[in-house]
C-alpha cells in the first residue's frame, strides 16, 4: 500500500484516494495544510492499486528530454469581458464552452463562499465563469476524481482542468475504456502554495472589514503584466496588495513535490497546455495587447480537435519558440521552481509563529524587504551584480 515518507515524491493529487475499493485512504493535511494520503491498516487489503496507479512517481522515473524548438499558439479571446476577467488571453473560456455547448461538463478551481479554493463541477457557460483566473494556492480536490468516473459512466463527456500533476493523476485513474470521453487541460505550472497561509491571509485582510471578493492577480492593477492580489470588501473599498505575490515568487510556501515536479513538456499528460504568453512582443510583434495573451500546446488529437473547435471565438497566431526562449520567459516548462533555502524554516516556524510573522521575515512587510529594494536599487545604478 502507498506511504508517503518521502513529502516531495507526492503531489497530493488524490488518485490513490479515489482508486482504493475499501476507502481506506484519506487525504490528511500537514502543518501548512498540505494533503497526504493516509492509509487505515485496518481496512486496508495491501491489494496494491494505490501504488500502481500514482503517476508522480512512474513519471518521476522517466528522462527528461527537451526539444529544440516547440510550436505554439498565440490566443486571445475576441470576447473583451471573457478577457478581462481570464488570466492570460482567455482560452480556457472557448475550450469550456465548446464541450458544454456539445453537452458535456468541466470541472476547475473555484472560490469557496469563504475564498478558499476547491474543484467544482460545471454544465453551463455561466457555471465555467467560477473558473475564470488563476487562484496561486493548491486546490482541495475532495473526491472530484470519482466525480469524473461517474460522469463518464453516464456517457458524459468531461473537461477537467488543473494543474500538471492533478491532470496526470486524473488520467492514470480513470480506466482506458472511459478515457475517450475525457479531454485535459493543464498549464505551465510553477507550483502550489500552501493553503493554510492562504486562508490566514484571508483572515489578516479580513480585519479591514468583510471581503465581497478576491483575486490572486488583478488585471485592473495595469494590465496583464502586472502582479498584484485584490481585495473588495463590502463597503466598496478596493486594495492592491502584493504579500502574497513576493511570498509566491520567493519559493518558500510551495507544495514540496513542487521541487522535484516531473511534469515538463515531455512528460505531462493533459491534451492541451496553456499558459501567460510571456516574451509574445518577442515573437510576434503586433499581436499582443495589455488584456493578456495565452501560449497553448495542443498534446493530443483530442486537444487539437478541441482547440479547432474554439477557434470560432479566438484570435489565433501559430509561433514556434525555442528552448532557450522557454528557458529565458517560463522556465517552469523546464525544470521545477527553484525552492528558497529557508522553505524548511518557514515550515517550522509557520504554525507557530502565523502570518504577519513570515509576512515580515520572507514577505513585503517591514524592514527586511525595504533594505532588500534599497539594495536591489543601488546595484541598479551601479551596475553591480
Ligand atoms: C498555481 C498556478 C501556477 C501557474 N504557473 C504558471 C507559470 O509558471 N507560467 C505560466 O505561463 N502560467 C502559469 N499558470 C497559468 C496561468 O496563470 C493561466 O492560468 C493560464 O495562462 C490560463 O489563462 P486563461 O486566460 O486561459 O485562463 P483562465 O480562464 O483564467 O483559467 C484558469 C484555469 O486555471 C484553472 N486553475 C486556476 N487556479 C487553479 C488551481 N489553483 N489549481 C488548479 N487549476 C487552477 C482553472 O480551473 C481554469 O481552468 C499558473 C496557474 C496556476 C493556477
Ligand atoms: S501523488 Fe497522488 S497518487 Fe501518488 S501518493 Fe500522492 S496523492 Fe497518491
Ligand atoms: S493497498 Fe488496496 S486496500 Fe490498501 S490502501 Fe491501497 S488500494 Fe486501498
Ligand atoms: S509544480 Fe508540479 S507538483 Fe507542483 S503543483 Fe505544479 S504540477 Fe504539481
Known amino acids: 500500500m502507498i506511504k508517503v515518507t518521502d513529502r516531495s515524491k507526492c503531489s497530493g493529487c488524490t488518485a490513490c484516494f479515489a482508486v482504493c475499493p475499501h476507502?481506506?485512504?484519506?487525504?490528511?493535511?500537514?502543518?501548512?495544510?498540505?494533503?497526504?494520503?493516509?492509509v487505515d491498516m485496518d481496512i486496508c487489503t495491501d491489494c496494491g492499486l494505490c501504488e500502481k496507479v500514482c503517476d508522480f512517481v512512474r513519471t518521476s522515473s522517466l528522462p527528461s528530454v527537451f526539444p529544440e524548438e516547440v510550436r505554439v499558439t498565440a490566443v486571445r479571446n475576441r470576447d473583451a469581458g471573457v478577457l478581462a476577467a481570464s488570466q492570460s488571453g482567455g482560452v480556457f473560456s472557448a475550450l469550456a464552452k465548446v464541450v458544454i455547448n456539445e453537452g458535456g461538463v468541466v470541472y476547475g478551481a473555484a472560490f469557496d463562499p469563504d475564498f478558499t479554493?476547491?474543484?467544482k463541477r460545471a454544465d453551463s457557460i455561466a457555471g465555467c465563469e467560477a473558473f475564470h483566473g488563476s487562484k496561486y494556492v493548491q486546490s482541495e480536490m475532495g473526491d472530484v476524481f470519482?466525480?469524473?468516473?461517474?460522469?463518464?459512466?453516464?456517457?458524459?463527456?468531461?473537461?477537467?482542468?488543473?494543474?500538471?500533476?492533478?491532470?496526470?493523476?486524473?488520467?492514470?485513474?480513470?480506466?482506458?475504456?472511459?478515457?475517450?470521453?475525457?479531454?485535459?487541460v493543464d498549464f505551465i505550472c510553477h507550483g502550489v502554495p500552501s493553503p493554510n497561509v492562504w486562508k490566514d491571509y484571508l483572515a489578516y485582510m479580513s480585519r479591514k472589514g468583510r471581503i465581497s471578493s478576491v483575486c490572486f492577480r488583478d488585471k485592473s492593477a495595469g494590465g496583464w503584466k502586472e502582479h498584484k492580489e485584490s481585495f473588495f470588501f463590502e463597503d466598496g473599498r478596493k486594495?492592491?496588495?502584493?504579500?502574497?505575490?513576493?511570498?509566491?515568487?520567493?519559493?518558500?510556501?510551495?507544495?514540496?513535490?513542487?521541487?522535484?515536479?516531473?511534469?515538463?513538456?515531455?512528460?505531462?499528460k493533459g491534451d492541451v497546455l496553456i499558459a501567460d504568453f510571456w516574451g509574445v512582443e518577442e515573437i510576434l510583434p503586433g499581436f499582443d495587447g495589455d488584456q493578456g495573451t495565452s501560449m497553448v500546446i495542443t498534446m493530443s488529437d483530442n486537444g487539437r480537435r478541441l482547440l479547432e473547435a474554439a477557434s470560432f471565438d479566438l484570435d489565433i497566431e501559430p509561433a514556434a519558440v525555442s528552448s532557450d526562449f522557454i528557458s529565458r520567459r517560463n522556465p517552469n516548462l523546464m525544470r521545477p521552481a527553484r525552492i528558497y533555502h529557508e522553505?524548511?524554516?518557514f515550515e517550522e516556524v509557520y504554525p507557530e509563529k502565523?502570518?504577519?510573522?513570515?509576512?515580515?521575515?520572507?514577505?513585503?512587510?517591514?524592514?527586511?524587504?525595504?533594505?532588500?529594494?534599497?539594495?536591489?536599487f543601488i546595484r541598479k545604478i551601479t551596475g553591480r551584480k
Open 23 to 38: 476507502k481506506a485512504i484519506s487525504m490528511k493535511p500537514d502543518r501548512l495544510g498540505f494533503r497526504y494520503p493516509e
Open 117 to 119: 479554493v476547491s474543484h
Open 146 to 184: 470519482i466525480r469524473v468516473r461517474k460522469d463518464l459512466e453516464t456517457g458524459r463527456k468531461v473537461l477537467f482542468s488543473g494543474t500538471p500533476c492533478q491532470v496526470a493523476g486524473l488520467v492514470s485513474y480513470i480506466p482506458e475504456r472511459l478515457r475517450e470521453g475525457l479531454v485535459t
Open 239 to 268: 486594495v492592491f496588495r502584493e504579500t502574497y505575490k513576493v511570498l509566491f515568487y520567493k519559493n518558500v510556501m510551495l507544495r514540496h513535490s513542487c521541487a522535484a515536479c516531473p511534469y515538463d513538456l515531455g512528460r505531462r
Open 354 to 376: 502565523g502570518f504577519v510573522y513570515a509576512a515580515r521575515r520572507w514577505g513585503d512587510i517591514g524592514w527586511r524587504y525595504k533594505a532588500w529594494q534599497i539594495k536591489v
Open 343 to 345: 522553505r524548511q524554516m
